[in-house]
C-alpha cells in the first residue's frame, strides 16, 4: 500500500516528529478494511468504462490549510463523469447568474435515477445533479461561450484541482456512440427550449466534460476548494466566489448521490457529489474535503468503498455538518478594567494617581476565536447591557484570526451606537491594513472615531493617556528632572549625589537614536533627566515606556550584556554612569552602595509584583 501524507507548507520527510498525524492512520485503517470488499459492479452502460480495474481504490483528504493525505490508488487517474456537474453547476452560475439559471433549472430532488427523462410540472430538468440538469447547464455554457464551452469548463475544473485536467478519448468516444438515453433527455430539452438548435453540440460539451480525467487527490482538491469558500487551499486561487460555493454544495446536499441524496444527508452528512466512473467528491465546509476512488458500484450507482470511507470518516470523527457545537461564551479570553494593569509605560508618580482612582474607565476585553454571527452577539450584549460601558473600551483583537460579514455588521452596529453614547471605542490586535480592520471600519458609521493599534499595551498606554489628560494631570515629557528623583538614589544625600555626578557624564539624544543595544556589553547605567525612551526586545515588542526621573541600563549591576534595546522616542538628555568607576567609588563608599542596592531591590521587587498581578488576572479567565 502506498501511503502519503504532503503539505504544500513543509515537504515530508522534513521534520522527524511527529512521524504519522491519527488522521492519516485512520485512513489507511479505512484502506486496508474496505479493499477486500468486493461487492459491486463497474459500470457497463458506457463499454469504455468496464476497462475499470475493480481492484482500484484511493482515498485523498485535503485540509483547508492545504494539506494532503493520501492512500492507495490516489494517483491513478478515471473519468469524473457525474462528480463534474457540481462544478459545471458552479461555472455556469458564475457566468450566467443565478437567475438564468433558476429560470432554466430547479433544485429540487427528483427522487429518479440519474438518467430519468422526466422534467417537472413546467418543463425544468429537476436539479443539476441530474443528467437532464447537468446538460442543461452545458446548454447555458455552450450559449455563451460556444465552440469555446468544453475548453471553459476544463479550465475551470482544472483551477479546482490545481492543475491542468486532460481527457479520456476512449471514454468519450464511447458514451459519445451508445449515449442514446442522453441524446433523448437533451432532445426534449430542445423541445421546451431548455436548449439551443445546437443539441449536438452541447451534448458532445457533457459527453466530454465527464470524460475529463482526475484523480482521487484532484477530487479532494477540488472538494477542499469548495471547503474553503471557493479558494483553493493548495495554490491559493480564489476559483470561484462563496455565494456560489453554498449554492453548489446545497444542490449537492440535496441531490448529489443521486437517489440516496436523502439516506446520505440523514446517515453521513457531507455535501457529495458522486459520478458512474466511481469517484466521490465530499466537501466539509471550513474543515476537509474528501476525493475517493474505487470503481465497483452499487445498485444506486455510488461507489461501494468510497461510500464507506465517508460513513467511517463522519462516523468516526462525528462530521455530520448538522452536528455542531460551539460556546460563543468562550469568545471572550478576558474582561477587566486597568486595576493592577498598566501599560508598560512607566508614569510619574501623580499620573499613576489619577490612574488609580480611575482604574474603572477603562474597560479591555480580549477576544478569541473566530468571530462570526453567534460570537459577535453575545459580544456585544456583553457590551450594551447595564452597566453602562467605560468611557474608555478597548477591544482586543489580536487571538482573532477572522470575522465574518454577519459578525461585522453586528460588531459596526455596536460600535456605532457606542460612539452616539460617547464611548471611544479602541480596536487593538489589528493592522490597519488587514481584512479584519477594513470589514470593522466599513460598517462603522464614523469610522474616524475608532481608534486602532496593532499592539493592545500602546492602545492601554493610549487609553490611560487620556485618562491622565481628563483628569487634569498631563506632564507629558518633563523638561529635567533632579537626580534625587531617581528611584535608585533614593535616600542619597547630596555629597553622594554630587560624587555620582562627577562619576557621570551628560549625553544628549535624538528621537529615534539607539541609546543601548541588546547583546552589547552591559557597562554602564543612564539617569533620565528630560525626554522618554523606550525599552524594546529585539523582536519589537516594548517592556516599557520610562520618563524622567528613571533609571535604565540598571540591568548591568547584574549583568554582563543588554538583554534589550533603549530607543530615545523624543530628545533625550540623561547621565551616563561609567560601572568600572562606579565599582572602585562602590568600594570606598560601601554604605552609599548599599543604599542603591537597596533601591534596585525595591525597583526590581515593584515590577515583580506588577508582573504577578497580570498573570493573577489573566489566570482568572
Ligand atoms: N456520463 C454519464 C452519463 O451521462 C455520467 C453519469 C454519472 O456519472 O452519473 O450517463
Not at 26 to 32: I, V
Amino acid at each position: 500500500m502506498d501511503v502519503r501524507s504532503t503539505s504544500t507548507a513543509s515537504p515530508p520527510g522534513t521534520t522527524g516528529y511527529p512521524t504519522r498525524p491519527p488522521l492519516r492512520r485512520f485512513l489507511s485503517d479505512c484502506y486496508e478494511q474496505f479493499r477486500s470488499d468486493n461487492s459491486g459492479a463497474v459500470a457497463d452502460y458506457i463499454p469504455e468504462l468496464k476497462r475499470a480495474d475493480p481492484a482500484h481504490f484511493g482515498i485523498s483528504l485535503v485540509t483547508i490549510d492545504g494539506h494532503i493525505y493520501e492512500v492507495g490508488d490516489s494517483a491513478v487517474p478515471f473519468t469524473i463523469q457525474s462528480v463534474s456537474k457540481a462544478f459545471v453547476f458552479a461555472l455556469a452560475l458564475e457566468m450566467v447568474g443565478e437567475a438564468r439559471v433558476s429560470a432554466t433549472i430547479g433544485v429540487e430532488p427528483s427522487g429518479e435515477a440519474f438518467n430519468s427523462i422526466r422534467l417537472t410540472n413546467d418543463n425544468r430538468p429537476f436539479n443539476p445533479m441530474v443528467n437532464a440538469g447537468a446538460i442543461a447547464c452545458s446548454g447555458l455554457i455552450y450559449e455563451v461561450e460556444g465552440k469555446g464551452a468544453f475548453e471553459r469548463i476544463r479550465a475551470k475544473l482544472s483551477q479546482f484541482a490545481g492543475r491542468e485536467l486532460g481527457v479520456d478519448d476512449a471514454v468519450h468516444a464511447s458514451e459519445t456512440a451508445t449515449g442514446n438515453r442522453n441524446r433523448a433527455i437533451a432532445w426534449l430539452l430542445r423541445n421546451y427550449a431548455v436548449l439551443p438548435d445546437d443539441v449536438d453540440a452541447v451534448l458532445d460539451v457533457y459527453f466530454r466534460q465527464c470524460a475529463i480525467l482526475v484523480t482521487a487527490r484532484d477530487l479532494a482538491v477540488m472538494a477542499a476548494t469548495l471547503a474553503n469558500r471557493g479558494i483553493n487551499p493548495v495554490t491559493g486561487v480564489q476559483v470561484i466566489t462563496p455565494h456560489i460555493v453554498a449554492r453548489t454544495l446545497s444542490v449537492m446536499t440535496s441531490s448529489g448521490m443521486y437517489d440516496y441524496a436523502g439516506e446520505w444527508t440523514y446517515r453521513v452528512g457531507i455535501p457529495a457529489k458522486s459520478g458512474v466512473g466511481g469517484g466521490i467528491v465530499a466537501a466539509l465546509p471550513s474543515q476537509m474535503g474528501l476525493g475517493t476512488f474505487s470503481p465497483l458500484l452499487d445498485d444506486h450507482f455510488n461507489s461501494v468503498r468510497g461510500l464507506k470511507v465517508c460513513e467511517a470518516l463522519s462516523a468516526r470523527f462525528d462530521l455530520h455538518m448538522l452536528n455542531r457545537n460551539a460556546d460563543v461564551r468562550t469568545s471572550i479570553m478576558a474582561d477587566y478594567d486597568i486595576y493592577g494593569i498598566s501599560s508598560r509605560r512607566s508614569r510619574q508618580p501623580h499620573e499613576q494617581q489619577i490612574l488609580d482612582e480611575r482604574h474603572s474607565d477603562i474597560r479591555v476585553l480580549e477576544l478569541v476565536g473566530a468571530m462570526n454571527f453567534g460570537t459577535i452577539d453575545y459580544v456585544t450584549r456583553k457590551l450594551t447591557g447595564e452597566p453602562p460601558n467605560a468611557p474608555l473600551l478597548i477591544i482586543d483583537f489580536r487571538r482573532v484570526p477572522d470575522i465574518t460579514a454577519a459578525g461585522a455588521e453586528l460588531f459596526g452596529e455596536t460600535l456605532t451606537a457606542l460612539g452616539d453614547g460617547g464611548v471611544t471605542t479602541i480596536v487593538s490586535g489589528v493592522e490597519r491594513s488587514s481584512t479584519l480592520w477594513q470589514a470593522i471600519s466599513e460598517r462603522t458609521a464614523d469610522a474616524r472615531r475608532l481608534r486602532c493599534f496593532t499592539l493592545l499595551d500602546d492602545a492601554i498606554e493610549w487609553a490611560e493617556d487620556q485618562v491622565i489628560y481628563r483628569h487634569g494631570g498631563f506632564t507629558d515629557v518633563k523638561e529635567s528632572s533632579h537626580l534625587h528623583e531617581q528611584a535608585l538614589l533614593a535616600e542619597l544625600g547630596e555629597d553622594e549625589i554630587a560624587a555620582i555626578v562627577k562619576l557621570s557624564t551628560t549625553r544628549r539624544y535624538e528621537p529615534g537614536q539607539r541609546i543601548i543595544g541588546a547583546g552589547e556589553p552591559a557597562s554602564s547605567l543612564f539617569f533620565l533627566q528630560s525626554g522618554m525612551v523606550s525599552v524594546k526586545l529585539p523582536s519589537g515588542v516594548r517592556l516599557a515606556s520610562l520618563g524622567p526621573g528613571m533609571e535604565f541600563g540598571e540591568m548591568a549591576i547584574l549583568e554582563q550584556s543588554r538583554s534589550a534595546d533603549v530607543f530615545a522616542d523624543t530628545p533625550v538628555t540623561c547621565l551616563e554612569l561609567p560601572l568600572d568607576s562606579f565599582a572602585d567609588y562602590r568600594r570606598l563608599h560601601p554604605e552609599t552602595s548599599l543604599k542603591i542596592m537597596r533601591n534596585l531591590a525595591a525597583i526590581l521587587a515593584r515590577r515583580l509584583v506588577a508582573a504577578n498581578a497580570k498573570v493573577d488576572l489573566l489566570s482568572a479567565y
